[in-house]
């Protein structure tokens, strides 16, 4: 290397130095046991420190105690190079002995001893979310109605405690007098992914009645996705007098049962429409390969007969018996469609354990499965549906955990399936410990024809045809989360 050459080197170096001096972000290098080695200029007034009493301390002796095993355990995934978000968000101390709340981002150096951290002070941001939690009335909820997140303030309101509402539908919050096709209007709504305000009369935790005037909206992810719902909510029950409650709630029903008969309607017709494009789709993508072979073949053999010497009867039975495959490949794809289109069987009267044990069974034929299989049935009521139906649902969510199990090597591979009633609706859950799904991917697998297996052609039923089953046949919802150290999907049918 010249002069010049290492010249320039330096010249990189302080220019680069500079930058990361002057950046708005606190930015830090720790070792293994958080010990800093280095910090920028923006991360002493963060902390408050002077960077020599920085370079002495253990990031971790900064933080409050229930933030230090999340962070060092992120360290250690880390250093694996496994793939995943290292992002976390802790309070520190700072010298002041004031709360800072920060959000570390944390990659690994060429050398695996040695981490950067990038450093954003949130304190205004999280202050600014208490403020709302406080005093905004709000609630948000999944995909199946399920209460997963309420402020404060809704809490200060209805006198509930987190740990009393948190999992249960918010219908469940629904005054006696209330109609329950009121509820069936709003989940119209939400399933068109329309937004469906009005006032609703509600019980707090000791049954006293307070009324709300509500707003309900769908929640989206980065890809365009539902992910949930989120409720606004103002008290009103200072507002509503004994004469107008009872017409209210009539009027509040009239007009539901009308919204319903036109969303109804309209649900239908974008569900044939939604069904018939992504069967097409899907039946192009599904042909395209064999008819590829076909046409190949019959070229191939209408060359053969052009040429001097022409091809001998054992060739063309081949070329022929290859067509007709193919041929019986395209029938076949075709059935697949008509039996997953159309329920296969009437509704009957049936047990969630004559269910579960139906799908066990399929499994215990397994003799190289090496998975536990755990059921937990929490009432076996009998129920009118598609037994036949949810039995092939819970056999391809079942199958995709055995698959995600296997292929990651996972030792003590467990699957459990649990089910249990809520109101009207009918519940299943399924969980794992195969891994969990890419955070990239886990919005496409319920997509047409999306796989993350390496086939020559076709992808089955999979997922796409599950959701397809559950959302049509049995009008209800299916939704994945990433939970621990595997995946749970869940699964809600109305019984109605």
């Keep these: 290397m010249s002069i010049e050459d290492i010249e320039k080197l330096k010249r990189n ?5 500079e930058i990361i001096n002057n950046s708005w972000d606190g930015i830090g290098i720790i070792d293994k046991s958080t010990k800093f080695v280095y910090v920028n200029n923006a991360f002493m007034p963060i902390l408050g420190f002077s960077r020599e009493e920085l370079i002495k301390k253990n990031f971790v002796s900064l933080m409050e105690d229930k933030y230090v095993r999340s962070f060092l355990k992120l360290l250690v995934i880390k250093n694996k190079e496994k793939k995943y978000q290292a992002e976390i968000d802790i309070v520190c101390i700072r010298k002041d002995e004031k709360k800072v709340y920060l959000k570390i981002t944390i990659s690994s150096m060429l050398n695996k001893n040695l981490f950067v951290i990038n450093t954003k002070d949130i304190t205004q941001q999280v202050s600014d979310d208490e403020i709302l939690d ?12 399920h209460i997963t997140r309420v402020s404060s303030a809704f809490l200060k309101l209805s006198e509930y405690k987190k740990k009393d509402i948190i999992g249960k539908p918010y219908s469940s919050l629904a005054h006696k007098d209330t109609n329950s096709i009121i509820y069936k209007n709003i989940n119209k709504s939400l399933q068109n992914l329309q937004e469906w305000s009005g006032k609703l009369k509600n019980i707090k935790k000791d049954g006293t009645p307070f009324w709300i005037n509500m707003k309900i909206k769908p929640m989206y992810n980065k890809y365009g996705d539902v992910t949930g719902y989120t409720s606004l909510m103002f008290d009103i029950t200072n507002e509503i007098n ?10 509040q029903v009239s007009t539901a049962k009308e919204e319903i008969e036109q969303k109804d309607t309209l649900l239908i017709q974008q569900s044939k429409l939604s069904v018939m494009t992504e069967t097409l789709q899907r039946l192009s993508h599904e042909w395209r ?25 054992d060739n063309v039975v081949s070329t022929l018996e290859k067509i007709k495959d193919e041929a019986n490949s395209l029938s076949s794809i075709i059935e697949d469609f008509q039996r ?25 034929k397994d003799e190289n499965l090496n998975i536990e299989l755990i059921k937990n049935i929490e009432n076996d009521l009998k129920f009118e549906s598609y037994a036949e139906e949810i039995i092939t649902v819970l056999t391809n969510i079942i199958n995709n955990s055995k698959e995600a199990i296997q292929k990651n090597s996972v030792e003590n591979g467990i699957i459990n399936i649990k089910q249990y009633f809520l109101e009207d609706t009918i519940y299943f859950e399924i969980y794992d410990n195969g891994g969990g799904i890419d955070k990239d991917i886990i919005h496409k697998i319920f997509e047409p024809y999306f796989s993350t297996k390496e086939q020559k052609h076709g992808v089955g039923l999979g997922l796409y045809t599950t959701k397809l089953i559950i959302n049509m046949h049995l009008n209800g919802v299916i939704s994945v989360t990433n939970q621990d150290d595997g995946v749970i999907f869940k699964i809600s049918i109305p019984l109605n």
């Design 13 to 17: 170096n302080q220019e680069l130095q």
């Design 134 to 145: 406080d005093y905004v009335i709000s609630m948000h909820t999944d995909l199946h109605g």
């Design 242 to 251: 004994l004469n107008d409650e009872a017409s209210m709630l009539q009027n």
């Design 289 to 313: 390969q064999p008819l590829n072979l076909i046409s190949i073949q019959a070229q191939k053999l209408e060359l053969d007969f052009t040429i001097d010497e022409a091809p001998s009867t």
């Design 340 to 364: 997953f289109l159309q329920p296969r069987t009437k509704k009957e009267l049936t047990k969630p354990s004559v269910i579960v044990e139906k799908v066990l069974e399929i499994f215990s």
